[in-house]
């Protein structure tokens, strides 16, 4: 079984797909997976890797939009957030940082 339906920019550090469309081509991409049925070893590993990225997808999510809510975050510091958050999908120890960084400092 081929996995090349993946849309390019989703995977793209510089490309216009933000941080919801990558969410979208995610869970798409998990939907097929799942549905396509007879999954081989290398398969489970491809689908349980879509599933963490988009678990931790949802996580950045949610931290851009406390980002955005928050009130007393200096703008250049929100804009610079939101944009690394939005770039791309990062490791869960990133989005903690920036949070912190964003949130708390």
Known sequence: ???????????????????????????????????????HADDVDFVTGLQEQLDVCYVQLQVAHAIEVHGDIDPETRHAALGELNKQILTLDRVRGIATLTCHG
């Open 1 to 39: 079984m081929s996995w090349t339906l993946l849309h390019p920019a989703m995977v793209a550090d510089d490309s216009d797909v933000d941080l919801q469309q990558r969410s979208y081509y995610l869970a798409q991409a998990l939907t097929a997976a799942k549905s396509a049925g007879d999954l």
